[in-house]
């Protein structure tokens, strides 16, 4: 972690493969030449690190000769309980319903989870924007991170990726 203690039982992947950090907090990936990103899971015990975007980042771009991945311990310690927010294909379809979604939903989920007790998380399952046939929809995938991002929606929002996503 960031004050130099071995983290055990993180599980590490480059996408390709998958494995474990030992008692010592050491892992070894072979990556292949497809290799983009480390990915790595973040225990209870530590923060979820949030990317310039407002995004959790719990991954690091593959930079050979990189060696160490810091994770920082929460002072309250781990958490035990957390509610998760679920968003279900929002399906933003151009500036409208991004807008829409920036509006209405943003505001309406972040008060919700005001008022909670405990950490909250959301997760998008996928197909964030449209898109139809072999249309571009990457132009809408921008408002839509920075409408989630974790200091408008409240906490952070992992994305998944759906079948409308990648066009």
Request: charged residues 20%.
């Amino acid at each position: 972690d960031d004050a130099g203690s071995p983290i055990s039982g993180v599980v590490v992947s480059d996408g390709f493969t998958v494995t474990t950090t030992n008692a010592n907090g050491y892992y070894m990936l072979k990556p292949c030449s497809d290799t983009w990103y480390i990915y790595y899971s973040i225990p209870s015990e530590y923060e979820v690190p949030i990317n310039s975007y407002g995004q959790p980042c719990f991954y690091q771009r593959y930079t050979p000769g990189i060696k160490r991945y810091d994770l920082t311990r929460l002072a309250s310690g781990p958490e035990k309980e957390f509610v998760l927010f679920c968003f279900a294909d929002p399906q933003c379809r151009g500036t409208d319903h991004a807008n829409r979604f920036k509006n209405e939903c943003v505001p309406d989920v972040k008060a919700h989870s005001q008022t909670k007790t405990v950490p909250c998380y959301g997760v998008t399952l996928g197909d964030i924007v449209y898109s139809e046939g072999s249309s571009n929809s990457q132009w809408n995938m921008s408002p839509m991170r920075d409408a989630m991002a974790a200091d408008k929606i409240g906490m952070p929002v992992f994305q998944v990726m759906g079948n409308h996503d990648y066009t």
